[in-house]
Nanobody
C-alpha cells in the first residue's frame, strides 16, 4: 500500500505562488506516474497536471498551462506542483495521486487510472 502525503497548500493573494509537494510516506517506495487533481465544492474533480514515471512527459490542463509546472525530485519519492500567477479560480482542494507500476513514459489524465491518493490540501486564492 502506497501512502501519499501532500503539503504546501495555503492562502495567497491573486498573482501569488505556492509549491505543492506529494511524497511517498515510505522511504523504500518510488512513485510511478503521478497526477495532481483539484476539486471545488459542487464540481467534479478535475485533472490539473500529470507526469510520467521517468519525468520527461507531462500534461497540463489548459487553464494552468504556462502558470503551473509539475516535476519530479531526484529522490523519485516526491513530485511537486509549482503554481505561479494564481487566480481565484484556482481555489480548490488539491490531491495528488499515483498509479500502480506502468510504462515509464506514460502519463494519465483520468482519475480512474490512479490507484493511490493523498488526503488533499487546500489552496485559497483571494484578492
Amino acid at each position: 500500500q502506497v501512502q501519499l502525503v501532500e503539503s504546501g497548500g495555503g492562502s495567497v493573494q491573486i498573482g501569488g505562488s505556492l509549491r505543492l509537494s506529494c511524497e511517498a510516506s515510505s522511504p523504500t517506495v518510488t512513485l510511478n506516474a503521478v497526477g495532481w487533481f483539484r476539486r471545488v465544492p459542487g464540481k467534479e474533480r478535475e485533472i490539473v497536471a500529470a507526469i510520467s514515471q521517468r519525468g520527461r512527459e507531462a500534461y497540463y490542463e489548459d487553464s494552468v498551462k504556462v502558470r503551473f509546472t509539475i516535476g519530479r525530485a531526484n529522490d523519485k519519492r516526491t513530485v511537486y506542483l509549482q503554481m505561479d500567477a494564481l487566480k481565484p479560480e484556482d481555489t480548490a482542494v488539491y490531491y495528488c495521486a499515483s498509479t500502480a507500476p506502468s510504462f515509464p513514459y506514460t502519463y494519465f489524465t483520468r482519475d480512474r487510472d490512479y490507484e493511490y491518493w493523498g488526503q488533499g490540501t487546500q489552496v485559497t486564492v483571494s484578492s
